[in-house]
Every structure is written in C-alpha cells, then in structure tokens.
C-alpha cells in the first residue's frame, strides 16, 4: 500500500504568485518587469511561478517598480498562507523538502494563483 500524498506548496511560491498578480493588475508584461529588475524574462518567469526565490533585492526592485512595499507582499503572501492551511495545503518555508518521499506533492501554481488572486478576475493582456 502506498502512502498518500498530502498537498504543499512553498512560500517562495506564494511570494512569486503575489509579485505576479500585482504585476498584472498594472498591466505590465512580465518581459518588462524582468527586463527593469536586470533579469531575463524566463529567470523571472521561474520566481512568479515559485520555481526559484526571489532574493532579498529582486523583491526590493520588483516592489518598486510595481509600487507597493516589500511588506505588502509579504502580508499578501502569510494571507494566502492561512487560506491555504485552513484547505489542509501544507506550506513549507524550503523547497528542498516538499518531496513525495516526505508525503507531499506541490500543487499547481494556478491553485496557489486562485487564492492569491481570488475572484478569477479577468485579467487584459499585459502592456509591454
């Protein structure tokens, strides 16, 4: 018999999806914020998508640049958190320990994207 698999997801995943649901309420191409914060568009690609972490500046930067405090996130970010806990979604601080062989399996960006981002709002397609 197997054991089940409980869902996770991590924190830098949900710190990713708040950068990038602030980025799409101003309409702004994610090519274009990359591009401002000195990175390529797929290195930024992989922190909206919680793939990587953002670091301490790439957050300073992108805050700036989108017009909210580092804070704001990260508020953002320990509310989506909450949420998730409350649906029985484990979130774990390193990616380094959300295996299967530790009884967890991530969950889809876009499941953490529908909490951060509640409303299934439609978004226009970003400006360049």
Do not use: I
């Not at 500046?57 to 989108?66: F, I, P, T, Y």
């Not at 409350?86 to 320990?97: D, F, K, S, T």
């Not at 991530?106 to 226009?124: D, E, I, M, N, T």
């Amino acid at each position: 018999m197997s054991a089940k698999l409980r869902p996770a997801t991590t924190y830098a995943a949900l710190v990713g999806r708040c950068l990038a649901a602030l980025r799409a309420e101003r309409d702004l191409a994610q090519a274009a914020l990359a591009a401002s914060l000195g990175l390529d568009a797929s290195a930024w690609s992989r922190v909206e998508g919680g793939v990587t972490a953002a670091t301490v500046e790439q957050l300073a930067l992108a805050c700036d640049r989108l017009g909210v405090r580092p804070a704001e996130v990260l508020a953002r970010a320990d509310a989506a958190a909450t949420s998730l806990r409350r649906q029985g979604v484990h979130v774990e601080p390193r990616r380094a320990l959300v295996t299967p062989s530790r009884g967890w399996a991530l969950v889809a960006s876009s499941v953490v994207g529908a909490v951060v981002a509640p409303g299934g709002r439609r978004r226009r397609r970003p400006r360049a």
